[in-house]
Nanobody
Framework: QVHLVESGGGLVQAGGSLRLSCAASGSVTSITTMGWYRQAPGQQRALLAQITKSGRPTYADSVKGRRFTISRDNAANTMYLQMENLKPEDTAVYYC?????????WGQGTQVTVSS
């Protein structure tokens, strides 16, 4: 079993920055790929970025080359999402996910609200 807890969300003005954290506990050594997703009101949950256990990141086309950077600290069992130059359309609930023995685990989500 893997337990994930997101933190770092909040209210920020357009142009601001936030760093989200996802702390993992439980069977952390079994975690392989981790990822960040978001779900805006009335929309489906969408992948933003993933990172392998060795730290290789991949980004969804929607954010590639943009303002989001995924990283991971295996020693701290924590994954991060650095978000820069936030826009109102980035408002959503942000979720982290982890793969362990071919099963996906999810956090409870953290709200990010960007005001114009």
């Amino acid at each position: 079993q893997v337990h994930l807890v997101e933190s770092g969300g909040g209210l920020v003005q357009a142009g601001g920055s936030l760093r989200l954290s996802c702390a993992a506990s439980g069977s952390v050594t079994s975690i392989t790929t981790m990822g960040w997703y978001r779900q805006a009101p009335g929309q489906q949950r969408a992948l933003l970025a993933q990172i392998t256990k060795s730290g290789r990141p991949t980004y969804a086309d929607s954010v590639k080359g943009r303002r989001f950077t995924i990283s991971r600290d295996n020693a701290a069992n924590t994954m991060y999402l650095q978000m820069e130059n936030l826009k109102p359309e980035d408002t959503a609930v942000y979720y982290c996910a982890a793969d362990s023995f071919a099963r996906d685990y999810w956090g409870q989500g953290t709200q990010v609200t960007v005001s114009s």
